[in-house]
């Protein structure tokens, strides 16, 4: 075996480490990283109650809610 045959092959065989390292990287972050669901929150700001209508629903659809505004309580 000469040296240029030697050394195309320590290329190939550094090639092959570095993706298997860069895949054991990408594996370890992932185990790090939680894998929950992205819900929206549970508590939201509705608004002012000068901003709600009195007496009918009112909907906020990226909220998902129906909500109604008391006339006696405010």
């Known amino acids: ?3 240029r045959s030697f050394l ?3 290329w190939a065989g550094g ?5 298997a390292g860069g895949l054991f990287v990408k594996a ?5 990283r939680p894998q ?5 929150p549970q508590q939201f700001k509705v608004g002012f109650p000068g901003d709600v209508p009195a007496g ?3 909907y906020l659809p990226e909220q998902q809610v129906y909500f109604l ?3 006696v309580l405010g």
């Open 1 to 3: 075996m000469n040296r």
């Open 8 to 10: 195309s092959l320590s």
């Open 15 to 19: 090639a092959i480490l570095l993706a």
């Open 28 to 32: 370890l972050s992932s185990m790090l």
């Open 36 to 40: 929950v669901f992205n819900e929206p």
């Open 56 to 58: 009918g629903p009112m």
């Open 69 to 71: 505004r008391d006339e």
